[in-house]
Nanobody, 119 residues
């Protein structure tokens, strides 16, 4: 059974940094593409970053500020977020995804972790 547990969110001032973590069970993070999504109230989840054996991908707004990484042995996926801006405020989720479409591969979502950036 797939289980995803996100952590590391919080309240930070604009320009600050946070490191999000995703603990995955039931998924081999070293074999599948893993990604981060975020969601704001009233909106659909949007893609933020992805990592696979083929490399990394980012939404344009995250390029140069966010870094996605993973630890295969620990089944962990991370998102280092620097130079945070108020528009980064959202609930962040991780999931496995399709490398081409960047859509999640399954409907198993964790509780997410709230990131709030104050101006």
């Amino acid at each position: 059974q797939v289980q995803l547990v996100e952590s590391g969110g919080g309240l930070v001032q604009a320009g600050g940094s946070l490191r999000l973590s995703c603990a995955a069970s039931g998924i081999d993070v070293g074999l599948v593409a893993m990604g981060w999504y975020r969601q704001t109230p009233g909106n659909q989840r949007e893609f933020v970053a992805a990592i696979s054996s083929r490399g990394v991908k980012y939404v344009d707004s995250a390029k140069g500020r966010f870094t996605v990484s993973r630890n295969n042995a620990d089944k962990m996926v991370y998102l280092q977020m620097n130079s945070l801006q108020p528009e980064d405020t959202a609930v962040y989720y991780c999931n496995s995804l399709n490398w081409v479409t960047l859509r999640p591969r399954n409907d198993y979502w964790g509780q997410g972790t709230q990131v709030t950036v104050s101006s």
